[in-house]
């Protein structure tokens, strides 16, 4: 019993000491923390999962809560990164001026409708007003009122987002762009109460598709040849272009503020519902961080070819991502 009870202790010993020693020898498990935009949420867990693969010393944790929260977190020091659909407003660059815009990604808006609308679909920001703000109930009407032909008759089935939305929020940020817009933007808009609301992206895809007078609109991700997708003019060239992560990507050539608005860019070939997703980061928190700061020069370079698994478009060799990676590297120093 005696000798049994050496062996066990000394059994003990040797797997503590072995911990030990591996404890000594691995590096220290330290944290991420990422909370804020639903819209930037996927492609922060994208991230995440990944660069968890490639250090496996780093957890990143990854939350949503809105971009508001977000940007509030990150300006307290409750998380390091903070996620936002837009950039911050003047009243939050005047509150928070230790923040800064790192932009991450691209997003676009596509008007999507039943392909039993028509054959093609060409859409201007008035025809798009009009429709989104229920001037015109039928698709007589709307062809009337434009002079086109549409194939469909009947009344219009405009579908709509019933929860708060990044995606509402972009387009109806485009719409603004008209002074006939009466509904100004946001995640949350008041429709005309005739409209079809439902949940998410993939909630309106599923009924457009199965409604021969459906129209509406969804994120770049869940654009297929499953729709009639607009092609949308672009007030500033013309051009009416359809929703591509090329498209969108033309959309911030030439870029040399992180908060300067994408829509309607005057350059051939821009998709015009554009918009830039952001981390929001806070300097004086995360200077000393630097395993923050490598992942966030990862996700700026390396990271940028998981961008069009989730949908979004990468901001790879473009002036967005020269700006990105000058405040990185002017940390790191």
Partial sequence: MKKTLIILYAMMLFVVLTWTIIGIMLPKRVSIRIAGSTTVYPLSLKWAEIYMQIHPNISVEVTA??????????????IDIGASSHPMTPEQRERYPMLREIPVALDGVAIVLNKKVNKTFKLTLDMAVTIFSGRVRTWEELEELFNVTIDATGDIHVYVRAEASGTTEMLTLWLSSSSDWPYGYGEVINWPNWFIRVEGNYGIASHVKNDPNGIGYVGLAY????????????????????????????????????????????????????????????????????????????????????VKDVGYADISNTTVQEISLEIILELMK
């Fill in 223 to 306: 654009v297929t040849d499953e729709f009639l997708v607009a092609a949308v003019q672009n007030p500033s060239t013309g051009e009416f272009v359809l929703p591509t992560i090329d498209t969108v990507k033309r959309a911030c050539y030439n870029v040399t503020d992180p908060s300067e608005s994408i829509i309607n860019r005057n350059i051939s070939g821009a998709y015009p519902i554009a918009r830039m997703l952001y981390y929001i980061i806070n300097i004086e928190y995360i200077r000393e961080k630097t395993h923050v700061l490598k992942f966030l020069l990862w996700v700026l370079t390396d990271a940028q070819v998981y």
């Fill in 65 to 78: 809560g809105g971009s508001g929260y977000g940007i509030d977190a990150a300006a307290r020091g409750i």
